[in-house]
């Protein structure tokens, strides 16, 4: 059981550059979210997906897409990559009750 | 307590010391709350919850109390270890929908 995986670990882009972070979950959980976390910050959401087929925006949805592929799996895409979404995302996911279960993370780098 | 922006509240502890770490939360419909452990290069880890309908919740080594007239959410750690030292965030589940909002954090320092 290996809870919340997210690929890659790390990434460097540059500027316009598109990319895609995927994140699996194992534990049937219905709930899926991406947070980005800024140095010193909390984590602020950014999209998220509470069941198969639906997609929400969150806090900071901005320069930011989503795909609930299935039911383990919620990608998420930069299409055009800026230098303030260097940061480090989450992803997360929870079962019935509020508690959240996240993944260990994909640090980016914007240049 | 809770704030905002690069200079993270910091508490340094000896080892074997006990450890109360504080958060205020914004939102008196708040119906759950979750501590997480952050270590250095990882993801939040979950350590305990609470529902608003209780006042004290017990755990391996931790405790939460929750003030509700007050607004107010502590975690304590019994006998410090090293191993504790970490950022540590409250969340609150606003009572509806899927989210939860997390304050900035607080880092626990252990000094052995």
Redesign the interface.
Known sequence: NAG?TQTPKFQVLKTGQSMTLQCAQDMNHN?M?WYRQD?????R?IY?S?SEGTTDK?EVPNGYNVSRLNKREFSLRLESAAPSQTSVY?CAS?AA?????????TRLLVL | GESVGLHLPTLSVQEGDNSIINCAYSNSASDYFIWYKQESGKGPQFIIDIRSNMDKRQGQRVTVLLNKTVKHLSLQIAATQPGDSAVYFCAENMGYGNKLVFGAGTILRVKS
């Open positions: 919340v709930s979210y140095p010193g910050m909390g984590l959401l998220y509470a969150g989450f929870r009750a509020p508690t959240q279960y996240f993944g260990p993370g």
